[in-house]
């Protein structure tokens, strides 16, 4: 069964640092997702994309935070400079159709710790 | 804003006792309600949902009912057993977005 795939499944870094965390979504889908998941709290969205460009993002994805689709399969998220509240797991997701008439499928996730 | 609650946030049951679970939400325009599962540490995972042109929908154990009036809909497992231990998220969709809304989630041990 195709999956989402995520890279890497924990990273460590110093506060200030830039982290980019990978992503490989299912190859037929078209939505792209990442949310996020501190430890014992509810899972939170971040930002979808589609078609090349942004469709939404939450209050949470501020400047420090960016997207690409660099060629056909892999799907990043960029923090620029993290912050200690960075600290959190990574989900990303993807979806055939729109969120509301498709499932959408989540990686393993990655966990990132900012010390 | 768009809000999701759900109860309760722990949930101790007995082997083939049910569990339900409980959730409100407030954007009119959602239209689809899936329920996570997720194991300590890993993905959630995808065990039913349910669009707003339905009411009930049944998968073996696993139920889910919603009430478009009320806002709100459920989560039922019957026959539990110790493997469907984990947190359970139920989510909706935010109005006409491609984003979900998560509640804050369901510990359910069930004790053999």
């Known amino acids: 069964e195709p999956e989402v795939t995520q890279t890497p499944s924990h990273q460590v870094t110093q506060m200030g640092q830039e982290v980019i965390l990978r992503c490989v979504p299912i190859s037929n889908h078209l939505y792209f997702y990442w949310y996020r998941q501190i430890l014992g709290q509810k899972v939170e969205f971040l930002v979808s994309f589609y078609n090349n460009e942004i469709s939404e993002k939450s209050e949470i994805f501020d400047d420090q935070f960016s997207v690409e689709r660099p060629d056909g399969s892999n799907f990043t998220l960029k923090i620029r400079s993290t912050k200690l509240e960075d600290s959190a797991m990574y989900f990303c997701?993807?979806?055939?159709?729109?969120?509301?008439?498709?499932?959408?499928?989540f990686g393993e996730g990655s966990r990132l710790t900012v010390l | 804003g768009e809000n999701v609650e759900q109860h309760p946030s722990t949930l101790s049951v007995q082997e083939g006792d049910s569990a339900v679970i409980k959730c409100t939400y407030s954007d009119s325009a959602s239209n689809y309600f899936p329920w996570y599962k997720q194991e300590l540490g890993k993905r959630p995972q995808l065990i039913i949902d349910?669009?707003?042109?339905?009411g009930e929908k049944k998968d073996q154990r696993i139920a889910v009912t919603l009430n478009k009036t009320a806002k709100h809909f459920s989560l039922h497992i019957t026959e539990t057993q110790p493997e469907d231990s984990a947190v359970y998220f139920c989510a909706a969709s935010a109005g006409h977005t491609d984003k979900l809304i998560f509640g804050t989630g369901t510990r359910l041990q069930v004790f053999p």
């Open positions: 997701a993807s979806s055939v159709n729109r969120v509301a008439t498709g499932e959408l499928f």
């Open positions: 349910i669009r707003s042109n339905v």
